[in-house]
């Protein structure tokens, strides 16, 4: 049963082949519902994908859908992990997602690039997707990566409006800048994972950091460190915080879907995802909740100022 996790990825693809195919020869309506549906369906797929892993009494398991990287030590399949803490972002990002698609039905009706703006939708529900039900680090990065595409190209939708008509795309340009600072972050967090444990297989990398405990301190502190750095521009906190603000130039549904709901949360499935690492690391654990409350602090009392 656990083998239908991969319609989870088909079915927003599928949907955005078809639009990007036909839709200029479809009416806004069938634009919308092919969307819709196929997120609607990796939705559905992620119910059935609960309920058999409660059956399974929360047992993770992974399924393989095809090898990918085969260099001497690094060996990285196409693998996809289920678990609680994948199918619950599943659940989220496909059951959030759906609603949003219909939303956007009526709040984008007219707008000359209609079909596109859906199939952006779709690769951003793809590209989530993949990133959360990853079983090692680069395939989670692939995912990371591609919400960062998604979020330039749908912040910078109305690439034409704002300030000199160019400032959306100002925007969208900031924003995916910005997010590549913290992506240095990540990647560097990578190099010294693999350096250290020989692969980026999740559940080795856990294995590793739990039997050497006593002598990783270090290591560990510096790659959650790295991490965070990741987390920070991801999920716009301090101090990669600053292309958030300018990111409501897109349209209201991409705030929905991205910076309300989806997106600005990859930061935090990353940390719950590698939790045996910070584990080890009490001065990461301090300087994450630091952050986090700073950033609150500040956005709050910013909102207070504001009329809008």
Not at 76 to 98: E, K, N, Y
Not at 257 to 278: D, E, K, N, Q, W
Request: aromatic share 12%; hydrophobic share 60%.
């Amino acid at each position: 049963m656990f083998q239908i996790v991969t319609l989870v990825l088909i079915f927003p693809l599928v949907g955005l082949l078809i639009n990007a195919t036909f839709s200029r020869w479809l009416d806004e309506t069938w634009i919308g519902i092919v969307a819709s549906c196929a997120s609607g369906a990796a939705f559905v797929i992620s119910i059935l994908l609960a309920v058999t892993l409660a059956r399974n009494h929360f047992h993770a398991e992974t399924v393989l859908l095809a090898e990918w990287i085969t260099i001497a030590n690094l060996q990285l399949p196409w693998q996809m992990r289920v678990d609680t803490l994948s199918v619950t972002m599943m659940l989220l990002v496909t059951g959030v997602g759906t609603l949003i698609h219909i939303y956007a039905i009526g709040y984008m009706h007219g707008d000359p690039r209609f079909g596109r703006f859906f199939i952006y939708l779709n690769l951003f529900i793809s590209m989530m997707l993949v990133l959360v039900v990853a079983d090692n680090y680069l395939m989670l990065f692939v995912g990371w990566e591609g919400v960062g595409l998604c979020s330039y190209l749908l912040i910078g939708f109305w690439y034409d409006k704002g300030e000199d008509n160019v400032g959306n795309a100002r925007a969208g340009r900031k924003a995916f800048v910005v997010n590549r600072v913290g992506d240095l972050g990540f990647l560097i967090a990578m190099f010294l994972i693999f350096g250290a444990v020989g692969s980026l297989q999740i559940d080795d990398v856990a294995n590793f950091f739990e039997h050497h405990s006593a002598g990783v301190g270090g290591l560990a502190t510096a790659v959650t460190l790295l991490l965070l750095l990741g987390v920070a521009g991801k999920s716009a906190q301090i101090p990669l915080f600053v292309w958030l603000p300018d990111a409501m130039a897109g349209p209201t549904p991409v705030s929905a879907l991205i910076h309300a709901a989806t997106m600005v949360t990859a930061g935090i499935y990353l940390i719950a995802r590698s939790a045996p690492i910070f584990a080890l690391a009490p001065l990461s654990q301090i300087t994450v909740a630091l952050v986090g409350a700073g950033t609150a602090f500040m956005a709050g009392t910013i909102a207070v100022a504001q009329w809008d």
